[in-house]
């Protein structure tokens, strides 16, 4: 079963100067929530960006990872 | 369908998901139905959709799991829900969530709405 902190090593190391803030939303372990800032994705639409990530776990989502809802930024939002 | 070759059966699926796609101007596969929904993710694209008083299909993945890996195979995406809008895919429960927040949701949908609501499953 993956951790939060795996599945954030594995967004980062997948794509280019990422950071990713992952969260188990239920505490069972296998549905996970994921915030992706990346460069890489500016200029793609939101179904691109998402499709990056869950191209990293292939056949894992909706294995062993149950969902993984994400929200992708090319930077951090103002606040 | 049980009496077929599974692969047959498989091009019969993916072909049937391929015509509601086309089909249908506003089409959402999700878990259950509109009316139970059977996963959270699904239950919250409806409520978006039955905020903005959008008429939609429904597809339940759920009867036949050859239904969700066929559509996943048609459109490269591997989750529950999907909505598709005049055949396009326009994401699932988190993109369609942040599309309905940020008011573009209500102008996608607003040419693709007048279609007959339908319920297939």
Redesign the interface.
Known sequence: MPTTDEIRQRIEAAIPDARANVSDFTGGGDHFEATVISPAFAGLSRIQQHRMIYEIFGSEIGGPIHALALKTLTEEPND | MTEQQPAEANTQIRDAVSAAISENSVLLFMKGTPEQPACG?SARTVGALQALNIRFAAIDVLPDQRIRQELSVLS????IPQLFVNGE???????VM?MYQSGELAEVLGDGSEGPQSQVS
Do not use: A
Request: glycine letters at 16%.
């Open positions: 993710f490269n995406w591997p989750t895919l326009i994401g699932g429960c988190d993109i942040e």
